[in-house]
């Protein structure tokens, strides 16, 4: 079973422009993006899928695939044009996100393992437990609700499951005390790392936007719309991602001071 792992890479970005060619660390920040998916066992070949000249030259320069594609509204619809034109034998196909340089290799090889022990299922992701309340109530953060086998049943950027009867902080509170230790937030955290059979993901990018993901800005729920089944595996921690210079601020000094 051949599993490709893409990095879907645009030159601007709205909040950082040029923040994957970032290099006060004395590499780009895509480079350990690259670097962190290369060490993950079960992907067989990792690409990037850039519309970009300039990032396309600067990773192959640190050794990386880098395919060219034309301009995409979603990182989804670049991927998919690399795996119809140059991935005809892939099995599985990872949508990996450039700018989390700190990504545990070992969950994108749980996200694997949990697809192939699943043939049924059309899509995977990953989420981690909230214990945060100002993670659960931040609408940047999505959150997902998931049935009994680990399928998602919705992604919102509200606060979902709704906790009637308190305040969140306080349970959280309470789940963080050393008496209730065995217990686990009811809320997850979405981590936006796919994986996909190629087919389902070269259908799904032919389908229009569909009512709730326009509403929600949330692309996975035009698959939960057409009725696929998305399964949500569980990492033990959330990768950082970087959106904002403050956030590469912080990257740089954890950099450091390893």
Sequence with gaps: MKTYG????RLQSTRLPRKLLLAETGKPLIQYSWEAAKKASSLDEVVIA???EEIAAIC????????MTGDHPSGSDRIAEVVKRSCSDADLVVNLQGDEPEMDPAAIDKLVAAMKARPEIEMSTLATPITSAVILEDRACVKVV???????LYFSRLPIPCFRDGEPADLLAELRDAGRSGLQSPWLLHMGIYAYKPEFLLALTQLPPSRLEQLEKLEQLRALEAG???????AKHASRGIDTSADYLAFVERHRAT
């Design 228 to 234: 696929a089944s998305i399964l949500v595996v569980q």
């Design 146 to 152: 998931c049935a009994a086998d680990g399928r998602a």
């Design 50 to 52: 850039t519309d970009s």
């Design 60 to 67: 192959r320069g640190f050794g990386a695939k880098a395919e």
């Design 6 to 9: 893409i990095i879907p890479a």
